[in-house]
C-alpha cells in the first residue's frame, strides 16, 4: 500500500505548478537580478510567473520553439495565482519584502537575502539557474526587473511570432 501511494503522489506531482520549485526559481531570480533593497525591487511579480521556465530550462527564448513558447505562456497564467500565494509565505517567513506600487497597481517585491541561509546560493547547486538568469539579463538588458509585464510578454512572446491575449 505504501509504494502504491507513493506512486500516486510522483503521478500527482508537476514540477512547475509546485510551491517549492516556484519558491527557489523566484529566490534565485531575485538574487540575480539583485533585488536586494526597495529601490532596487522587481516590478510586478507576476512577470516571475513567464520567467521561470527560462530560469530554470534555458535563459534565452528565442532557442524555444514556437509550441515550447505557446505552452509557458499558457502555464503562466495559472501561475500567477500560485506566485500570489507564494509571496504570502515568503513574506511571512521574512524571505521577501514587498510593496504596492499605487502607480502601476501591481505588486513590487525584493528578497530579504540576510533572512536566506548563504548555502541556498551554492553555484553548484543552482549554477545553471544562475546562468540561465545572466543570459535572460543579457538579453533584455538589466531592466528585466524594471520592464512592465506588456512589454516583457511582447519581447519575449510576440515578438517570437506567439498570439498573445491581454496581459
Known amino acids: 500500500m505504501m509504494n502504491?501511494?507513493?506512486?500516486?503522489?510522483?503521478?500527482?506531482?508537476?514540477?512547475?505548478?509546485?510551491?517549492?520549485?516556484?519558491?527557489?526559481?523566484?529566490i534565485i531570480l531575485?538574487?540575480?537580478?539583485?533585488?536586494?533593497?526597495?529601490?532596487?525591487?522587481?516590478?510586478?511579480?507576476?512577470?516571475?510567473?513567464?520567467?521561470?521556465d527560462f530560469v530554470n530550462e534555458g535563459g534565452n527564448p528565442s532557442e524555444f520553439s514556437e509550441q515550447q513558447l505557446v505552452e509557458i505562456y499558457q502555464k503562466a497564467q495559472i501561475k500567477k495565482k500560485l506566485l500570489h500565494h507564494l509571496l504570502i509565505v515568503l513574506k511571512n517567513k521574512n524571505?521577501?519584502?514587498?510593496?504596492?506600487?499605487?502607480?502601476?497597481?501591481?505588486?513590487?517585491?525584493?528578497?530579504?537575502?540576510?533572512?536566506?541561509?548563504?548555502?541556498f546560493f551554492n553555484k553548484e547547486i543552482f549554477g545553471k539557474e544562475i546562468e540561465n538568469v545572466k543570459m535572460l539579463k543579457d538579453n533584455y538588458t538589466a531592466s528585466l526587473r524594471r520592464l512592465t509585464i506588456k512589454t516583457l510578454v511582447?519581447?519575449?512572446?510576440?515578438?517570437?511570432?506567439?498570439l498573445t491575449w491581454e496581459v
Open 95 to 119: 524571505f521577501i519584502d514587498v510593496t504596492i506600487n499605487s502607480s502601476s497597481k501591481t505588486i513590487d517585491l525584493w528578497l530579504n537575502k540576510e533572512s536566506i541561509p548563504k548555502e
Open 30 to 52: 531575485l538574487n540575480s537580478l539583485e533585488c536586494n533593497c526597495e529601490t532596487k525591487r522587481f516590478k510586478d511579480f507576476r512577470k516571475i510567473a513567464y520567467l521561470v
Open 154 to 162: 511582447e519581447k519575449i512572446f510576440n515578438n517570437n511570432n506567439i
Open 4 to 26: 502504491r501511494n507513493a506512486a500516486k503522489r510522483s503521478l500527482m506531482f508537476i514540477q512547475k505548478e509546485d510551491y517549492n520549485f516556484l519558491a527557489y526559481s523566484t
